[in-house]
C-alpha cells in the first residue's frame, strides 16, 4: 500500500510538471533569472547552464532583457551608438587639426626668428659721402623707393617758388628763371626743347634720335669740336654727320660763352641738352623765348652702379675698386639729380631740397623712363612738337632709325655686371647715398602715369583704361 501511494505521488508531480512547462498553448514557458542574481548587472552562465543549490540543472532563457527582467540596466540602441562613434571620431579629429596647427604655428615661428636674425640691420662703418660727413648707417634708416611716403603734387611747399625765382640776366624786367621754363602742361608758346641730361640714363640715345633719326640742331658739347671753341659768332656746324650749335653746353663756362654769344636771341638750336639745370635756364632762355624741360630717368641705384662700371671701363677708376668701396665715397655721386635740380652742390641735403626737386619736376618737366623708352619717346615727340618727315618712304625710314636706337642704345657699357643684392653691405650703402633721388624717382613714376592723360600714347591710354575695368570689376565682386 504504501508503494503505491509513493508511486501516485510521483505521477501527481510529474503531471504537475508537464503542465507547467506546457503552459501557453503548450509552448515552452521562458525561465526568469533566479532571485540571487535580480541585483546583478551582469553575470556570467557557462553555456546557459547552471546547478542549483540541491544540484539540480538549472536553464536560461535566450536572449536574456535585462530591463524585463528588473535588473535596471539599459543598452544602447544602434542609432545612439553611432552617434557616440562619430562623436568620437569627431573629437579625435580635432584633436589631431590643433595638434598639427601647433606645430605648423612652431614652424612659422622658428622661421620668422630665423628670418629676423639674418636680416637684422647690419652696422655700416664710417660711410664718407661725396657731400657731407661720416656717416654710421643702417638698412632700417634707408627708406627704399617702394615704401617712401611722397607729398602730392599740389602739396609741395610754397616756398620753393621764392627759391626758384632767382633773378635772372635781365632782371631789369621783372624776369625770373622760374618763368624762363614754360609749363609742361601748356602746348603753345615760343618755345625750346631743354634735353636736362642725367648721365647714365639713356642721354646718349635721346641725342642720337634726335640728331641722327630725326635731324635736328641740336645745342651740346660736341658743337666746340673741330676748332669750334674759338668762333665768335654762332653758326650751325656739322660733326659726324649731324648738326650743332657751335656752343659747349655741358659746362658752366660753355652756357655763359653761347649767353655772351647771343644764344637766347638767334634761337638757332631745336634741342639744347645740359646737366646744369639752373645755369642753362638762367642764361640761355628767358620769359620771351622760354625752354621746354624733359628728363630721362633710371633707378638711382641701377644708374649708380652704372656709372662705376662704366668709369671703370674709361680708366677714371682703379681697375681694383670695388663697388662697396665706391659706394662708400671714392668716387660715387651723392644724390645728383636733387643736387643739380636745387644746385646743391655742398653740404647735406634736407627735406626741403626733395620738396624744390619735386615741384619743379611737376611744373616744368615731362618725365620719361629708360626702361619705357618706347612709350617715353613717342610722348617726347608730342611734347615738343616733333614729327617724322611728310615724306613716307623718308617717315619710315625714321621710323626705323628710332626702333634700332632704342633696341640698341647708346654708349652701353662694354661688359655685363650683376646688382647687388638686396640687403648687403653694398646695396645698403647705394641705397643711402641716393636716397633723397630714390624719393624723386618714385615721384616721377606717379608723375608719368598723371601725364598720361596729356602726352600718353593711344596705346597705353587703352592699357590704362582696360586695368581700370578690371579693378572695378574686381570691387564689384567683393
Not at 599740389?154 to 628763371?177: F, H, L, P
Not at 655772351?260 to 642753362?280: C, D, I, K, P, R
Request: glycine fraction near 6%; proline fraction near 3%.
Amino acid at each position: 500500500m504504501k508503494e503505491r501511494q509513493r508511486t501516485r505521488e510521483k505521477g501527481k508531480k510529474k503531471s504537475s510538471r508537464s503542465s507547467s512547462e506546457k503552459g501557453n498553448g503548450g509552448k515552452e514557458a521562458k525561465r526568469l533569472v533566479p532571485k540571487s542574481y535580480s541585483n546583478r548587472p551582469y553575470f556570467n552562465a557557462p553555456n546557459n547552464t547552471g546547478r542549483r543549490n540541491n544540484g539540480s540543472p538549472m536553464y536560461f532563457a535566450e536572449p536574456i532583457n535585462y530591463s524585463r527582467a528588473g535588473i535596471g540596466v539599459v543598452f544602447r540602441d544602434a542609432e545612439s551608438s553611432a552617434r557616440a562613434l562619430q562623436e568620437l571620431a569627431q573629437k579625435r579629429q580635432e584633436r589631431a587639426e590643433r595638434k598639427r596647427a601647433a606645430i605648423l604655428l612652431c614652424l612659422l615661428m622658428s622661421m620668422a626668428v630665423s628670418v629676423h636674425l639674418f636680416t637684422r640691420p647690419q652696422r655700416i662703418p664710417d660711410v664718407q659721402a661725396s657731400y657731407g660727413t661720416k656717416k654710421v648707417i643702417t638698412e632700417e634708416q634707408i627708406n627704399y623707393g617702394g615704401q617712401a611716403n611722397f607729398d602730392s603734387i599740389e602739396a609741395a611747399d610754397k616756398k620753393v617758388d621764392a627759391v626758384i625765382s632767382q633773378t635772372a640776366s635781365n632782371a631789369t624786367r621783372g624776369d625770373t628763371i622760374w618763368n624762363h621754363l614754360s609749363d609742361s602742361i601748356e602746348d603753345f608758346g615760343n618755345f625750346t626743347p631743354f634735353f636736362f641730361h642725367v648721365p647714365r640714363n639713356g642721354g646718349q640715345t635721346i641725342k642720337d634720335i634726335v640728331g641722327q633719326c630725326l635731324e635736328k640742331i641740336q645745342a651740346s658739347e660736341v658743337g666746340i669740336r673741330d676748332g669750334h671753341n674759338e668762333d665768335t659768332q654762332l653758326q650751325t656746324v656739322i660733326i659726324d654727320e649731324m648738326k650743332y650749335v657751335n656752343v659747349d653746353t655741358s659746362s658752366k663756362e660753355g652756357i655763359e660763352r653761347a649767353a655772351v654769344m647771343g644764344f637766347e636771341h638767334q634761337q638757332l638750336a631745336e634741342m639744347v641738352t645740359s646737366s646744369y639745370f639752373l645755369n642753362a635756364a638762367k642764361y640761355l632762355f628767358s620769359a620771351d623765348r622760354q625752354g621746354r624741360a624733359f628728363i630721362m630717368l633710371r633707378h638711382p641705384i641701377d644708374r649708380a652702379v652704372s656709372m662705376f662700371h662704366y668709369q671703370k671701363s674709361i680708366g677714371a677708376l682703379d681697375e681694383k675698386l670695388s663697388l662697396e668701396e665706391y659706394a662708400r665715397g671714392n668716387g660715387i655721386e651723392n644724390n645728383w639729380i636733387v643736387r643739380f635740380l636745387t644746385n646743391a652742390m655742398e653740404g647735406e641735403l634736407k627735406k626741403s631740397h626733395l620738396d624744390q626737386a619735386k615741384k619743379i619736376l611737376s611744373k616744368k618737366f615731362l618725365v620719361g623712363f629708360l626702361d619705357d623708352a618706347d612709350e617715353s619717346l613717342r610722348r617726347l615727340m608730342k611734347y615738343n612738337g616733333w614729327h617724322y618727315d611728310e615724306d613716307e618712304t623718308k617717315a619710315l625710314t625714321q621710323e626705323d632709325c628710332v626702333k634700332k636706337h632704342v633696341k640698341e642704345g647708346s654708349n652701353s657699357n662694354p661688359n655685363e655686371y650683376e646688382m647687388p643684392r638686396k640687403g648687403s653691405q653694398s646695396h645698403a650703402l647705394l641705397s643711402w647715398q641716393t636716397q633723397y633721388d630714390i624719393k624723386l624717382y618714385e615721384f616721377s613714376k606717379q608723375l608719368f602715369e598723371i601725364q598720361t592723360k596729356q602726352y600718353g600714347s593711344k596705346e597705353r591710354k587703352k592699357e590704362i583704361k582696360k586695368r581700370e575695368k578690371e579693378k572695378n570689376k574686381a570691387k564689384q565682386k567683393l
